[in-house]
């Protein structure tokens, strides 16, 4: 090998939950290229996503910043690419980058064909959940006796630039509306070799593979899957274990006083009694959620080749993670926001590399603030400083710290004991009934939810499925007064240290 910096792999999932994954390894699906992956490095069991939606986890990532200060706060908002982001500074230390897949800085209604290259990336393959693009355009073009049953699982029909796509303005959108719409979860109704996933593995291989050894590669390849609709292809519900699939946690909000009133709009059906029925569909959504695991997995283990050819792991860094999680009908929900459940805000994390400790578990807290750092020490890049009216001033730069030691078994005397997570409205609400605010430590979860719109105290240690809320007990009137200062303390802190946006910038000299 030559003398250059590390690769940086990044295989990112997109709304797969730290429990789903557990619970697939534990004997649901076979996923033996997960399980090399965790074996090959350090794997981070409590990485909470400090805001649990597309737009605004895949913000932090790349900027390291919290959610108020990049200002991404739900989905629907443009990332500003004025901030600065760690592909940029990759970029300027001579990596060569890569956005292959999902990445979602602009919202899905902007544009069905994004440019990221002001984000930091050379070059991007890109296609995202609306499925329009260049994803698409092969299709049309290479494999036109499949296009039909692709338009039918479009679920995004009323973008308006389907009404006028392309350089050309066709009117995609009245081809797109003569299919039936599939719903719900299903197997793909074209062969798998064309689907979104196996393309965006070729587009990465295609670039691990052409590129100069020689060169330091940032790849961000990044999966629409598992996200909803769950749409596996054809022949991988044969490698789910129906029979090792958990039931559905109870809805134990139903008739908590204290529950979410945000949930009684995110349920999906209620029993005469008044509490929750386990949907008839939850295997079967289930069932496709970890196909598509399985089928991920065998993405993985192309990726793992291509890396092996550019010198292993012992020579390059991967990290594997998720933005976000999901419900799968756990206490009666669906999907992710402001549901602060394990299943919604603990993502999976693993680092391998070199002097990263292999088949590591290691508990502390560690949150997506903490990625962007972890890069600038993986690439040895020092971390910019912050500039100000001119003024330098010193204080930190991000607000998350690097991995690298946690990596290499070292523990920081000052490392974080707690997590913090909040969310605002989602694309179809406009009520603060949906901003909730939360800490997590080792052994207490405290959610609150303004305007006395609900509020949650689960002691997680003794109570892991989150089924009984303390919140109403006197008898835990002391515990919810420290979390809740710790809430306060957090979420003052969310502004700490002060943003790069408009006044502030990087000293990169």
């Known amino acids: ?3 250059r910096q590390p690769d940086i792999i990044f295989f990112m999932l997109d709304q797969l939950s730290a429990k789903w994954l557990e619970t697939g390894l534990a004997g649901v699906v076979g996923l033996p290229n997960f399980k090399k992956v965790i074996s090959a490095g350090t794997y981070f069991t409590n990485c909470i996503t400090s805001n649990p939606l597309c737009c605004p986890a895949r913000a932090t990532l790349a900027t390291g910043l919290t959610t108020r200060m990049h200002g991404v706060l739900q989905n629907g908002f443009h990332l500003d690419p004025q901030i600065p982001t760690f ?3 990759l970029q300027n230390s001579g990596y060569r980058t890569a956005a292959l897949g999902k990445v979602h800085h602009h919202p899905h209604w902007e544009s069905l064909a994004p440019d990221y290259r002001d984000y930091g990336y050379h070059e991007q393959h890109i296609t995202e959940d609306a499925r329009g693009g260049e994803w698409l355009d092969w299709i049309r073009s290479e494999h036109p006796e499949h296009a039909s049953a692709v338009y039918s699982t479009i679920w995004a029909r009323d973008i308006p630039e389907f009404a006028h796509y392309g350089p050309a303005g066709e009117n995609l959108a009245s081809q797109i509306s003569k299919q039936p719409r599939l719903q719900g979860s299903y197997e793909l109704p074209f062969p798998e070799q064309i689907c979104q996933t196996n393309w965006i593995t070729a587009k990465a291989i295609d670039f691990l593979d052409g590129e100069n050894p020689n060169q330091s590669l940032m790849a961000h390849i990044s999966y629409v899957q598992p996200h909803d609709p769950f749409a596996p292809p054809c022949g991988y519900r044969q490698y789910v274990n129906l029979d090792k699939i958990p039931l559905p946690l109870k809805a134990e909000w139903s008739n908590d006083p204290l529950g979410p009133t945000c949930f009684r709009s995110l349920s999906q059906k209620s029993s005469q009694e008044g ?4 949907p008839e569909h939850w ?7 970890f196909a598509d695991l399985a089928h991920l997995d065998q993405q993985l283990g192309t990726v793992l080749s291509a890396i092996e050819k550019r010198g292993g792991l012992d020579n390059n860094y991967l990290i594997l993670l998720s933005d976000h999680g999901e419900m799968l009908h756990d206490h009666g929900l669906r999907s992710k926001g402001e549901m602060h459940y394990d299943a919604c805000i603990r993502v999976p994390l693993v680092i391998a590399g070199p002097n ?3 088949a590591q578990i290691v508990d502390e807290f560690v949150q997506l603030e903490d990625i962007a750092p972890t890069v600038f020490e993986i690439a040895d890049m ?3 400083t912050p500039l100000s009216m001119r003024l330098k001033l010193e204080h930190k730069t991000f607000p998350g710290s690097s991995l690298m030691p946690l990596c290499k078994g070292l523990m920081p005397s000052d490392w974080r004991q707690h997590a913090y997570c909040e969310s605002y409205n989602n694309i179809d609400s406009n009520t603060p009934a949906n901003w909730a605010r939360t800490v997590r430590n080792k ?3 405290y959610t609150l939810y303004p305007h006395e719109q609900g509020e949650q105290l ?3 240690s003794e109570d892991c499925d989150e089924q009984y809320n303390l919140a109403g007990n006197n008898d835990f009137n002391t515990v919810k007064r420290e979390l809740k200062d710790l809430l306060l303390e957090s979420i003052i802190l969310q502004d700490y240290p002060q943003t790069p946006r408009s006044r502030f910038a990087y000293d990169v000299h």
């Open 275 to 278: 509490h929750l029925d386990i």
């Open 283 to 289: 295997q079967f959504d289930r069932e496709h959620y």
């Open 87 to 89: 592909m940029q500074a």
């Open 356 to 358: 990263v400790l292999s």
């Open 458 to 460: 689960f002691h997680i």
């Open 1 to 3: 090998m030559s003398d």
């Open 382 to 384: 020092t971390i910019p």
């Open 443 to 445: 052994d207490w979860r």
